[in-house]
């Protein structure tokens, strides 16, 4: 009797411990939060891909939340799985490959001067890799058109995004010859 009380106790308190989680990760993204900072929460690495509503492919919704919390946006998930777009599709177009060396300084919203407006642009686009978060491990190695073998889809397609002028694309799922 007292096994089974112990094991019921038990029970309730991992399930309360778990609804406390959740519900503190749904909170924490609500617009009077007035909890920990984003950067102390964790997710764990378990890669079930969500899309956000930003075209992005997260390793989990929990990932997704954390980001949109730390850059106080609100991208929620558009949907379980992976974006179904290619990586040439969600690069924002007019990102500049190249600038020209002319010096005509110019600042974003933070006041950092850049050479000149392409540049400012570029570095804009740069952010948007940056919100790329791909798995730590993974089982599906890619072959990318540079000849590099990728760990999976996602970190080519980061590749990609960082490494515009390469035009990288994906030669076959496994490792390069």
Known sequence: MKFTLGLALLAAAVASTTATLDTQRKLAFAPDYTGPPCGDMLCDNNYKPVCGSDGITYTNECTLGITSCNQKTNVTMAHEG?????????????????????????????????????????????????????PVTSTSPTCGSDGVTYK??????????????????????????
Request: net charge negative; hydrophobic share 20%.
């Open 82 to 134: 992976a974006c179904a777009s290619t990586p040439s599709s969600t690069y924002p177009a007019g990102c500049p490959i190249s600038c020209p060396d002319t010096y005509v300084p110019v600042y974003d919203e933070n006041g950092k001067e850049f050479s000149n407006e392409c540049y400012k642009k570029m570095s804009k686009c740069h952010d948007v890799c940056d919100n790329i978060k791909c």
């Open 152 to 177: 999976d889809d996602c970190h080519l397609h980061l590749a990609f995004c960082k490494h515009r002028e390469l035009n990288i694309t994906k030669v076959g799922d496994g490792s390069c010859p």
